[in-house]
């Protein structure tokens, strides 16, 4: 079913287009992201009022409160009138409950602060009881003591309680504050708390500090950095101890999560000594890698050794489908576990959008990726700078799907930096295991903590997620089931005192990208592509090599030898089939997907994906497109070197008396005959070479308005649904489908208004010329090879073709009324022939030829010597031009009369297998000319529309594929086609003159 987006998008793109059309439209998602911070800070008696947002102050008997509102001072009670609540002050010697609802009197003595709080006084480890046992409000307060370990807090009216149970109270009167100390009189503890927790002296004698607070960073552009935390070395005596003798959860959590900040390097104190405790723990349940009372930080840890084939083999217990069924769902359910650094669990949510840095696209577009087959890529520029002053913390992540039976299971982390003592463990990731890589279960997207010498400090280095790419690998075993997912992660970090919000380099404002993959294993479809590839070029390569076969067959005799020219033709010719074959052959590896991924249902098939992948589709598009260039500019070269002679068959009109020669003015000549004809049917000619029936730039106009102004374009997006054409990343793979289908679909259309209605019921050029010519009387010989070539019989039915308007009338009226032979060869309709002429023919035609231009080249040396003053003239050449011209017409006249019994021709129809595969005909009888209106046309530009079509399309998709940008491809394919027309023009020209004995400065 088509959506409803879908269809909107395309109404209102159909009116647009014409706008759009000439418009980049690409997706961009370089956005510079710079994260709000929580709230601006106000003065000490102002709050922050959200729904003005602005800061507002209190009045003079109310403290801002940390909930972000004006609240009555110690000693003032709140009472509400008709208006806005005011504030009433107590009396003397009297303070006010903790909720500011009744006012009670002092047991002793009583402190004004400066703001005008009162606040009663008790002796130390005591706190003011405002209410009986009963919970009956009392007048006046009581000093009580607080229990075993704990402390009054600052304002009388409750205890608070120190951090480790084993923790005394006591008064500082040095800094008039309470500090909590450890017992001296049990245990064994420490006086000093480390990390707010109690910890016996055999405890820290059996752990060692070393090394425990330094962090080593690996990744900072100018090199290494070592820093020494001391903040993570208390931090780390206090876990590895609690969690190691006491098994203390939260202890154990804290040192998993030490390990994780020093990206699980196993060499590092945490990491050795929460695999040391791990090992000395049994698993628990049915997972052998996770020890008791700890978290599960490694895969393979505890003597399991899961090998990460395994890990990566595991099936999702899910049923999946692109299409919503009442079985299957159409997405992946995944959750994001969050904890703090001392393992504090904050809760678990479904993961969306939590993972991207980037806004440049709607926020339902990056929640899109958890579709079934839906690809998903968003990179962006982050300023570091600015994400530094939204993060006070680092929140530790783990990725769980939650499967079909109500279970989470846990989807492993490949952290790319992931480093022993050896060097870097996972330094390729992928969807598929390699020997060696290490999976974990644990990860951070920014760590501010690392890099802290002090508690609160601004970090001295900054660890931020710059990849994080998810695989969803379909399992080929079960329909609609996939692998267990993975997710590779790889982390940029930048020394802080280099980052400024000013600065736009790389090292400030980084990329970051967030990509999910799709795939499946492609050894079968490679394997039969291997196989479609190699019977499509040995077919290719039998066309080629036929071609060659008939070439020589045609052209060269018995005793001929194959010299370099034909081989290095025959090898571009080898060349230029599987060129065109192949592309056919990426074209249907195109439409198979755009078929089957994009309109599939079930989850059946994905597309290619691996850099390998991509890197052999690159490499045969580039190849075919080279092989073809190289055989259409062979082609365009072949045509440009033709041998043309335009053949006059007129008669002088009678004798001519030269009345300035006084010796020979009564020797009468044949009448000149006017040259004017030849030369205007060789511009009709000269013009007609470059006559195709596609214009490429009216072409690429349509291919640009459908694919970019109408979006069609985005269905190369590589997720499972056609009509979605929301802009995207697209896929190489699609997006040649999509551009070559498009492109044929317009050259079809404009073929057959060309064919079938411009040519059929306007004008045919190529006929029209056929009729030029025999109005002009002249005839057409081409040679494009020395045995094979095409005839147009212009000869004209009328005793002279130089006359006036009026008689040419009445000649086209005899005709109309038949009265007069008709005009084709040997009285028949036929004047268009392909002709293969016997060797002998072809050699006198040669030899005639030869010889003739031979001596005026000779003569046009001898006048270049004569204007440098190197030599005499000795004749005129251009005198010798036109004898060599009217001798080789007469020869040919001659020839086409059937005069020359020794060179006798035939013209018969072909055969059926002569016409299917182009076979040679029997010339030991002589030449023979096959009947075909416009099969000249294959001398012209027109002869190579297919394969210049194909060039065509294998320029754009090449320049589209590689630079992202169908504007660039348009204007690289109309310049490709430019330089090529232009070439056949200009050499044509030259060859025209060259080749039929006129002077170039004729041609227009």
Same mark, same amino acid.
């Given at each position: ?117 009162? !606040? ?7 706190? !003011? ?5 009963? =919970? ?17 807090? %600052? #304002? ?174 159409t997405s992946i359910p995944f959750y994001l576990a969050m904890y703090t650094l001392n393992g504090t669990f904050l809760g678990m949510q479904p993961l969306t959008t939590q993972l991207q840095?980037? *806004?440049?696209?709607? $926020? ?41 039976? =109500? ?7 490949? !952290? ?11 330094? %390729? ?11 974990? @279960? ?52 930048? #020394? ?38 190699a019977i499509v070029q040995v077919f290719a390569g039998l066309l080629g090599l036929y071609r060659a076969q008939t070439w020589s067959q045609r052209n060269l005799g018995p005793q001929d030898a194959m010299d370099l020219g034909f081989l290095g033709r025959s090898v571009i010719t080898l060349g230029g089939r599987m060129g065109v074959f192949g592309f056919w052959l990426l ?19 994905? !597309? ?77 000619? +000269? ?36 009509? #979605? $054409? ?7 793979? $699609? ?43 002249? %005839? ?35 005709? *109309?009324?038949?009265?007069?032979? @008709? ?8 004047? %268009? ?29 001898? #006048? ?92 754009? +998709? ?38 039929? $004995? ?7």
């Open positions: 079913m088509i959506s409803p987006n879908a269809v909107i998008q395309w109404k209102f793109s159909m009116w647009i287009c014409s706008i759009a059309l000439f418009l980049p439209c690409t997706l961009s998602q370089q956005v510079l992201l710079n994260p709000v911070t929580s709230q601006p800070t106000c003065g000490s008696s102002q709050y922050w009022d959200i729904t003005l947002s602005a800061c507002n102050t209190c009045t003079v008997s109310q403290n801002s409160s940390s909930t972000g509102v004006c609240s009555c001072q110690a000693g003032y009670t709140k009472t509400i009138g008709n208006s806005a609540p005011t504030c009433t002050a107590c009396g003397a010697g009297q303070t006010s409950s903790p909720d500011r609802s009744w006012c009670v009197s002092c047991p002793t003595t009583y402190t004004t602060a400066a703001d005008g709080s009162v !606040l009663c006084t008790c002796p130390a480890l005591q706190y !003011l009881a405002l209410r009986n046992a009963a =919970g009956t409000q009392l007048a006046t307060g009581v000093c009580t003591a607080c229990p075993f370990g704990s402390y009054p807090s %600052s #304002d009388m009216t409750t205890c608070i309680s120190c951090p480790d149970y084993n923790m005394l109270a006591s008064f500082d009167a040095t800094t008039s504050s309470y500090i909590c100390t450890c017992r001296q009189d049990v245990g064994g503890y420490l006086a000093t708390p480390v990390s707010n927790v109690c910890i016996t002296t055999a405890e820290s004698a059996a752990v060692s500090t070393t090394g425990a607070g330094t962090v080593t960073y690996y990744n900072i552009p100018s090199g290494t950095m070592t820093i020494t935390n001391t903040l993570l070395t208390s931090m780390y005596l206090r876990a590895a101890s609690k969690c190691q003798y006491e098994w203390d959860v939260a202890s154990c959590e804290l040192l998993g999560n030490l390990c994780i900040l020093n990206l699980y390097d196993e060499s590092t104190a945490p990491c050795a000594t929460y695999e040391r405790v791990a090992a000395q723990r049994p698993g628990t349940g049915s997972t052998v890698d996770v020890p008791q009372y700890m978290p599960w930080l490694y895969y393979g840890l505890l003597g399991s050794h899961v090998d990460p084939a395994t890990t990566l083999s595991a099936r999702l217990n899910l049923s999946l489908s692109v299409r919503y069924s009442d079985t299957t769902t840095f980037c *806004e440049g696209s709607s $926020l339902n577009n990056r929640k899109s990726w958890t579709g079934v087959g839906r690809n998903y890529q968003s990179s962006c520029k982050l300023n570091l700078a600015s994400l530094l002053s939204g993060f006070v913390s680092t929140v530790f992540y783990e990725i769980y799907v939650l499967d079909g039976t =109500g279970s989470y299971a846990p989807v492993p982390i490949r !952290l790319l930096d992931f480093r022993n003592s050896n060097g870097y463990v996972n330094p %390729s990731g992928g969807p598929n295991a390699i020997t060696g890589d290490r999976f974990v @279960r644990r990860f951070f997207m920014v760590d501010v903590t690392s890099g802290q010498t002090t508690a609160g400090a601004t970090p001295q280095v900054i660890r931020v997620a710059s990849s994080i790419q998810i695989w969803i690998q379909l399992n080929p075993s079960y329909s609609g089931n996939v692998y267990i997912p993975v997710v590779d992660i790889k982390y940029i970090e930048r #020394d802080v005192s280099t980052l400024s919000v000013s600065d736009t380099s790389s090292v400030s404002v980084p990329t970051l990208s967030f990509t999910v993959t799709h795939m499946m294993p492609m050894d079968g479809f490679w394997r039969n592509m291997t196989i479609a590839f074209f249907g590896t195109g439409i198979y997907f755009l078929c089957f991924f994009k309109g599939e249902s079930g989850l059946t098939v994905m !597309l290619p994906y691996s850099s390998g992948d991509m890197i052999t589709f690159n490499a045969a598009l580039a190849g075919i497109f080279t092989l073809q260039l190289i055989y259409v500019m062979r082609e365009v070269y072949g045509q440009c070197t033709i041998d043309v002679f335009f053949i006059d068959w007129e008669k002088s009109r009678g004798k001519s008396f030269d009345p300035i020669d006084p010796v020979h003015s009564s020797r009468a000549r044949a009448a000149a005959i006017s040259v004017w004809r030849s030369i205007f049917v060789a511009n009709q000619w +000269n013009a007609l070479q470059i006559y195709r029936r596609l214009n490429i730039e009216f072409c690429l106009f349509w291919v640009y308005f459908i694919l970019q102004g109408c979006g069609v374009r985005y269905a190369a997006t590589p997720q499972p649904d056609i009509y #979605d $054409l929301t802009p995207a990343i697209v896929h190489p793979v $699609l997006l040649f489908g999509v551009n070559s289908l498009i492109w044929l679909f317009v050259a079809f259309v404009l073929i057959v208004l060309r064919f079938g209605v411009y040519e059929r019921f306007y004008r045919h050029p190529l006929l029209q010329f056929v009729d030029l010519c025999s109005v002009a009387n002249v %005839s057409v010989l081409l040679f494009d090879e020395p045995g094979h070539g095409y005839y147009i019989h212009g000869r004209s039915v009328h005793s002279y073709a130089d006359t006036d308007m009026a008689e040419l009338y009445h000649q086209l009226r005899k005709e *109309e009324s038949n009265v007069v032979p @008709r005009r084709g060869l040997n009285d028949t309709e036929e004047q %268009s022939f392909e002709i293969f002429v016997s060797k002998g023919m072809r050699e006198t035609y040669d030899h005639v030829y030869g010889l003739l231009i031979a001596k005026d080249a000779e003569m046009k040396f001898n #006048d270049r010597n004569v204007r440098s003053g190197h030599a005499r003239p000795k004749a005129a050449g251009g005198e010798h031009t036109v004898k060599a011209y009217e001798t080789i017409n007469r020869f040919l006249c001659a020839f086409f009369d059937k005069n020359l019994k020794e060179f006798p021709y035939y013209v018969r129809p072909r055969t059926f297998t002569e016409r299917m595969i182009h076979t040679t005909p029997d010339l030991s009888l002589g030449s023979v000319f096959f009947h075909d209106e416009t099969s000249f046309g294959h001398v012209l530009l027109q002869g190579m529309e297919y394969d210049m079509f194909i060039l065509a399309m294998l320029t754009y +998709n090449i320049v589209d594929v590689t630079t992202n940008s169908p504007t660039a491809a348009g204007l690289a394919t109309i310049m490709v086609d430019v330089v090529l027309r232009a070439a056949r023009k200009y050499f044509g020209e030259r060859n025209v003159a060259q080749k039929s $004995l006129l002077d170039v400065r004729f041609l227009l």
